[in-house]
Structure formats: C-alpha cells, structure tokens
C-alpha cells in the first residue's frame, strides 16, 4: 500500500517563498504528482517528477528524492490566489494497476498579507 | 473541447434511495478515474477503467458500482444510498500519456439524509 504524509496546514506572506514537504512510503513507486485544490474547486495538475532532481515551473518547483522518500513543492513570490490546498499524490507502479494515484490529506496553505 | 463534466453538481438523497452520478470526457482518454472526498481527507479511489470493457475495483469500492460502455462515459451508481456515502465525488482522466497528470471534473456534492 501507499502512506504519504504532509503537514497539514501552513502560513506565509505575500511575496515569500514557502516549502511544502511530502514524505511517503510505498509498495511500488511510479512517480510523485502535486496538485492545487482552491476551496470547492477540483484539483489541478502542478507538477510531476518521476526522477531525482528539481522539475521548475514557473514560480513554482518540485523536488524528488526516490531513496528518501521525499518530495517538496517550493512556490516562490507567493500571491494571495496561492491560498489553497496542495495535494501530493504518488503513482502506483503495479503493471497493469491502471497507474493509479493515492493523494495525500493535503497543505492547507494560507497566504497572508 | 470541455474535458470533464460531471452531472449533477449537487444533489441530496434520502437514505436508501440509489442514484447515478455522470462522467463523460471528450478527450479520447483511455483511462478514467473515480474519487471521494471527504473534509479534511485524502482523495480515495473507488474505481477506476483503463478502457471501455474494463473496469476494476479501488480502495473504497463498497456500496458502488460502474460500467465503461464507451470510451467517453464512465457512470458511477450509488445503490441503497447511506450517510457514509455523504461527500464530493470527483471524476477524472489520463491520457496515455504518463507524463501528464489527471484532469478532474468539477465534482458532485452528495448528501445524504
């Protein structure tokens, strides 16, 4: 089975750089996904990393490391429309599992003025 | 090109009644997903398809039930409607693609009382 952890809430300023850590232990690992969910909303797709490494987006970054377990989403020069939920996911990599994710609780990211 | 729509947005339910909660992509995607969400809680899988024909139980699959007749449509049915199953029912869709994350519908909110 898959167990993800990540904090579950977190406050920072506008215009800052915050870290969001997910740690996780699997039976199969297929690559890491990180999600924004805006209250009410459905989740949308940030970023993917299937190998070591820093994947950057934007203002946004993903780092992966497979031996650690461990992944972080940075989200740099933070907005106001930044305040979400943020959901780390890993892909199974059962053949012929159907790729599917387990999404952890979520970051409940506050950003304040 | 509208992706992921799921029919109805909301809907409450009296115990024990059954209902089928509607998915369709317009994308040609293979596979497709369904999850719950529940306050403060992860997204949980309760089934998912890997093309129309097949499809295969999740981690929550009690209580439910699918079918993928083509490749556009992927219903969920809810028999004998209870409580535990108030929550935000999301559907979603991969391309073959695996470098590419899910695209969700804009979910349905369920009660039921």
């Known amino acids: 089975g898959q167990n993800i952890d990540q904090p579950t809430e977190m406050t920072a300023t506008e215009g800052a750089i915050v870290q969001i850590n997910c740690t996780y232990q699997t039976s199969g690992f297929n690559g890491l996904f990180w999600y924004q969910q805006h209250a009410g909303e459905a989740p949308t797709f940030l970023s993917y990393n299937v190998l070591d490494g820093l994947e950057e987006k934007g203002r946004f970054s993903s780092f992966l490391s497979r031996s650690k377990g461990y992944s972080y989403l940075l989200l740099k020069e933070l907005q106001m429309k930044d305040s979400a939920s943020y959901l780390c996911a890993v892909r199974d990599g059962i053949t012929g599992g159907g790729n599917k994710l387990t999404f952890g609780t979520g970051t409940q990211l506050k950003v304040e003025l | 090109n509208a992706g992921v729509t799921q029919t109805p947005k909301f809907r409450i339910l009296k115990i024990g009644q059954s209902m089928t909660l509607q998915c369709a992509q317009d994308m040609n995607h293979n596979y497709m997903y369904w999850y719950r969400q529940d306050p403060g809680m992860g997204l949980k899988l309760i089934y998912y398809s890997v093309g129309a024909g097949i499809t295969d139980k999740g981690e929550v699959p009690n209580g439910y039930n699918v079918s993928r007749s083509t490749t556009e449509d992927f219903p969920l049915r809810l028999e004998l409607a209870a409580p535990s199953q108030t929550s935000v029912y999301f559907c979603?869709?991969?391309?073959?693609?695996?470098?590419?994350?899910?695209?969700f519908g804009s979910g349905t909110r369920l009660t039921v009382v």
């Open positions: 979603a869709s991969r391309t073959n693609d695996r470098n590419y994350g899910y695209t």
